[in-house]
């Protein structure tokens, strides 16, 4: 046989020569370890539609996959992207489909496609405690109602969602779907919302509905400032020990005081915030003296 039937993880990741021609096989083969594979690592395999519809062929047989990362396949089409997460097994613990720098105009409804098959499957089985979408752009309409129910399901379990460079969220009134899930997230630990082009009042927002047992969050390349500063302060996170705020220079500017309720904190990365020697006062006088288990700190 092509795979060993005691074969638990299978890592053909970085291989985009590949194509389908390695693909195809591979996967075909994978229903004899269906019982035996938990992570099944694709990303980046130069998969196209004839090896998208083999792995979806396949899914259904795994049914002990855990994890599934097929992103970086950048030539994946609409259709196949919706594939992939209606044919999901229902155990599936962590899925990623992480995008690409570039998106061509041929595959400019991915991400469309793929918060439809979410909403439609009910967040894929509704038990996954990790789901990356890192850069997965799109330009075409992501509702915040596609948002809100390709992640209503998946709240209760959900443990790490990591949503970096999903501009879309912005423009299309998306984050408001994320803020209406965020409060039931109660098992969520990190969540990265990082260069989605959110406002100030959007960030702010975002803040006020995290859950409290939240322990690491990523907000770079926003455009936060006093209201976002205003809601980390409030906000109650007494698990948070890493926060990431670097390129948010109006935030920097403004949030000193709000740092101060973060005593907790380990990692503070504020790199590329347009520190001012009146905020660095501000920082030294306010913040710092109350973060007292600090243990790195990012001012770059």
Do not use: I, K
Not at 136 to 149: A, F, K, L, N, P
């Amino acid at each position: 046989p092509l795979l060993s039937d005691t074969l638990r993880v299978l890592d053909l990741s970085d291989n985009s020569a590949m194509g389908d021609a390695g693909v195809v096989p591979v996967c075909e083969a994978l229903p004899s370890v269906g019982r035996v594979l938990r992570r099944l690592l694709l990303r980046d395999t130069g998969m196209l539609e004839e090896g998208d519809q083999a792995l979806a062929a396949a899914l259904p047989a795994l049914e002990a996959l855990e994890e599934l990362d097929a992103g970086y396949n950048h030539t994946l089409q609409p259709a196949g992207m919706g594939t992939l997460v209606a044919a999901l097994p229902p155990g599936l613990r962590a899925l990623g489909m992480r995008g690409g720098s570039s998106l061509t105009d041929e595959s400019s409804d991915r991400t469309s496609a793929m918060w439809e098959a979410l909403a439609e499957r009910g967040g894929a089985g509704g038990c996954l405690a990790s789901l990356d979408l890192w850069t997965t752009r799109s330009r075409t309409q992501v509702s915040d109602g596609m948002v809100r129910q390709g992640l209503q399901p998946l709240a209760p379990s959900l443990r790490t969602l990591l949503l970096y460079r999903n501009s879309y969220l912005a423009p299309a009134g998306c984050w408001e779907g994320l803020v209406a899930c965020l409060p039931a997230m109660t098992a969520l630990v990190r969540l990265n919302v990082g260069g989605c082009n959110l406002g100030d009042a959007a960030v702010a927002a975002v803040l006020r509905a995290l859950p409290p047992g939240l322990e690491q969050l990523e907000l770079p390349s926003n455009d936060a400032g006093a209201m976002a500063a205003e809601a980390l302060e409030g906000a109650a996170l007494p698990r948070l020990v890493a926060l990431d705020v670097s390129f948010c220079s109006g935030m920097v500017r403004v949030f000193a005081r709000a740092l101060g309720s973060l005593a907790q904190l380990r990692v503070l990365n504020m790199a590329w915030g347009g520190l001012t020697d009146a905020v660095a006062d501000d920082l030294a006088r306010e913040a710092l003296p109350r973060l007292s288990s600090l243990q790195v700190l990012d001012l770059s």
